[in-house]
T-cell receptor, first 113, second 109 residues
Framework: ETGVTQSPTHLIKTRGQQVTLRCSSQ?????VSWYQQALGQGPQFIFQYYREEENGRGNFPPRFSGLQFPNYSSELNVNALELDDSALYLCASSPRTGNYGYTFGSGTRLTVV | DAKTTQPNSMESNEEEPVHLPCNHS???????IHWYRQLPSQGPEYVIHGLTSNVNNRMASLAIAEDRKSSTLILHRATLRDAAVYYCILRPNDYKLSFGAGTTVTVRA
């Protein structure tokens, strides 16, 4: 099995710009979640997608949005970037909703200047 | 979200067992106990999870107190590759993992 892959690995953007991060879920996994991890802190849940629909969201503003595609890959879009959006963005996939372990990717390091 | 309390850090010697405690006195009956670890420069890695009974897998064992207000993750023989931040997470039967600060484990050669 291939695991979760994320692209790009690193990205630098200017405040006010928009960014799209991509995630390919592990083979056979139809549930994808996104997390934001600031330096020195634990990951914070952004939202989850199951069968192309958002089925859970954390405490993040609407400028954080996402998509899941029929092949279960996913995108995270962030509009109007702010300096505080600088973080490691992690994608995680699971074979289904419910209490199962998630497989995480290595993340995209976003720096907003 | 139900909270967990973990020590900030723990040290161990290589090839010795490591017992990582986690207190979760406000756990509800539907909360599963999950453990993840995060090695430097990597995403979190699933370790183990359980509800009431003790659980074993190839990575670790999870011992759950009878009243479920605490649990212990046991690494049977620590290696240098086990140096990581370990997160104890309570997860209701829903979608999200709520990470705290975790325990930083250092393994001495």
């Amino acid at each position: 099995e291939t695991g979760v892959t994320q692209s790009p690995t690193h990205l630098i953007k200017t405040r006010g710009q928009q960014v799209t991060l991509r995630c390919s879920s592990q083979s056979g996994h139809n549930t994808v979640s996104w997390y934001q991890q600031a330096l020195g802190q634990g990951p914070q849940f952004i939202f989850q997608y199951y069968r192309e629909e958002e089925n859970g969201r954390g405490n993040f503003p609407p400028r954080f949005s996402g998509l899941q595609f029929p092949n279960y890959s996913s995108e995270l879009n962030v509009n109007a970037l702010e300096l505080d959006d600088s973080a490691l963005y992690l994608c995680a996939s699971s074979p289904r909703t419910g209490n199962y372990g998630y497989t995480f990717g290595s993340g995209t390091r976003l720096t907003v200047v | 979200d139900a909270k967990t309390t973990q020590p900030n850090s723990m040290e161990s010697n290589e090839e010795e067992p490591v017992h990582l405690p986690c207190n979760h006195s406000t756990i509800s009956g539907t909360d599963y106990i999950h453990w993840y670890r995060q090695l430097p420069s990597q995403g979190p890695e699933y370790v183990i999870h359980g509800l009431t009974s003790n659980v074993n897998n190839r990575m670790a064992s999870l011992a759950i107190a009878e009243d479920r207000k605490s649990s212990t993750l046991i690494l049977h023989r620590a290696t240098l590759r086990d140096a990581a931040v370990y997160y104890c997470i309570l997860r209701p039967n829903d979608y999200k993992l709520s990470f705290g600060a975790g325990t930083t484990v250092t393994v001495r050669a």
